[in-house]
């Protein structure tokens, strides 16, 4: 029943924010590097959180998934404040950094990353904060640098979510998640948004509000489930987030090979080169989602068939490929322009 209530929600906030995103100064107009044309309302961060918001009080939820979702509304207001009024990339670090801190200090840090073949629990000792912080900014970050066409930063966050729920499913610990009728109702306002972002008529965009709010997300909920809950071991929370991880780390190593800003937007993210080589939106959303899938998965049978060390070494070894196969295809994309 709460479904149907979430989507009427969802549709009440949608014609709300709608109109009211242009004197709130949330709207995106194309330039050189945005493939979009005509204005189109950032509110797709708002409306989802909103949604969740609503229905937070009326289900059980952890306190840690509570202090996770009401922090996170730290970086949507300063994203869409950001989106507004572009106060830069050292603003939503700041933000992050701080938000990062709120959460640790609230007892949710990364303290193992698993057992290894000979080895045990690897604590990490007095590296843990530092640890969290670099894990969460950069997934944060991959999501919002994957953010730059029509469904494929929701889309990610959808295969991450889901392969979570999938992999605690098939480990028989799915039911050591609390909050699972909020996931829920997360999973069906992103997939609502969705919907709107794919439309003409009724256009709408995630802006870095929502992109950096979703990376945020589920950056802790994999921390969550694989500290606290210990649904998933901690090698599989790399493979969740298979693509979104990739891109960020090729992208990094290129822009620093180049002796450019890390931060520093371009075209030379997978879905930019895939674009250029000749694929439209939709089959380049559909390529790429549908790889990060079979990666996630991929994963998850090398860890059931050869344990935790080897799913560790196959991700590392995916790095390469990965980077290996983004330089080939951006030179064939060069060629063909």
Not at 148 to 155: K, V
Request: overall charge positive.
């Amino acid at each position: 029943m709460f479904f149907y209530f979430s989507i009427l929600t969802f549709l009440f906030l949608f014609i709300f924010c709608y109109n009211l995103a242009p004197s709130l100064k949330l709207i995106d107009k194309p330039n050189y590097r945005k493939i979009h044309k005509g204005n189109i309302p950032l509110i797709g961060g708002l409306l989802i959180y909103l949604n969740l918001l609503i229905f937070f009080p009326y289900f059980e939820k952890s306190y840690h998934f509570s202090i996770i979702f009401y922090t996170s509304a730290i970086l949507l207001i300063l994203g869409a404040l950001d989106d507004a009024i572009e106060l830069g990339v050292v603003f939503r670090l700041i933000s992050q950094f701080v938000s990062c801190l709120i959460i640790i200090g609230s007892g949710l840090v990364i303290t193992n990353i698993g057992d290894y073949a000979f080895f045990s629990k690897i604590d990490i000792g007095v590296l843990s904060i530092l640890f969290t912080v670099l894990c969460v900014i950069g997934l944060t970050n991959a999501f919002n640098f994957i953010d730059g066409m029509d469904g494929l930063c929701s889309g990610s966050f959808l295969v991450s979510i889901s392969s979570i729920l999938i992999f605690a499913y098939l480990s028989n610990t799915l039911n050591l998640i609390i909050e699972l009728e909020l996931v829920y109702i997360l999973i069906m306002s992103v997939v609502l948004f969705m919907i709107f972002n794919f439309s003409n008529r009724f256009k709408i965009f995630l802006g870095d509000s929502g992109s950096t709010t979703l990376g945020f997300l589920i950056s802790w909920f994999l921390i969550l489930n694989s500290q606290i809950y210990e649904t998933i071991h901690p090698v599989l929370v790399l493979w969740c987030v298979s693509i979104p991880s990739f891109d960020i780390i090729s992208v990094i190593i290129r822009r620093l090979f180049r002796k450019k800003n890390p931060f520093k937007p371009d075209r030379r993210h997978i879905h930019h080169i895939l674009l250029n080589i000749g694929f439209d939106q939709k089959g380049v959303m559909i390529i790429i989602l549908s790889v990060s899938l079979l990666l996630n998965f991929f994963g998850f049978l090398i860890f059931n068939l050869f344990g935790p060390l080897s799913t560790l070494m196959a991700y590392l070894i995916m790095i390469f490929v990965y980077l290996f196969l983004s330089l080939k295809l951006n030179h064939l994309a060069i060629k063909k322009n």
